[in-house]
């Protein structure tokens, strides 16, 4: 089973820019989907951004659409989410995911392996 590390959490202010990162070790990166999930107290966790193997299908959650962008590099076993124009609304704990080998991902039920997560809080 894959172990997820993310990082790059923190505290901002409102208009900030975040980028997160999570490394994967334990089995082989390829041929797997990963995912960003978010979840604010109180709330379920959500679905952010999605990225199957080849980086060429990508989603977004319409919230975060055009300020947030998924990559990954296959090489570093690590997938990356930039957070741009960073709102209040966004302030959450972010987890990355694993997909099962060969499907996409479409919700939580997709996920085979969690990080542990990483906060992040925008101030206004």
């Known amino acids: 089973q894959v172990q997820l590390v993310e990082s790059g959490g923190g505290l901002v202010q409102a208009g900030d820019s975040l980028r997160l990162s999570c490394a994967a070790s334990?089995?082989?990166?390829?041929?797997?989907?990963l995912g960003w999930f978010r979840q604010a107290p109180g709330k379920e966790r959500e679905l952010v951004a999605t990225i199957d193997w080849f980086g060429g299908n990508i989603h977004y959650a319409d919230s975060v659409k055009d300020r947030f962008t998924i990559s990954r590099d296959n090489a570093k076993e690590t997938v990356y989410l930039q957070m741009n124009h960073l709102k209040p609304e966004d302030t959450a704990v972010y987890y990355c995911?694993?997909?099962?080998?060969?499907?996409?991902?479409?919700?939580?039920?997709?996920?085979?392996?969690w990080g542990q997560g990483t906060q992040v809080t925008v101030s206004s």
């Open positions: 334990g089995r082989t990166f390829s041929g797997y989907s």
């Open positions: 995911g694993s997909g099962f080998l060969g499907e996409m991902i479409v919700n939580r039920d997709s996920i085979g392996s």
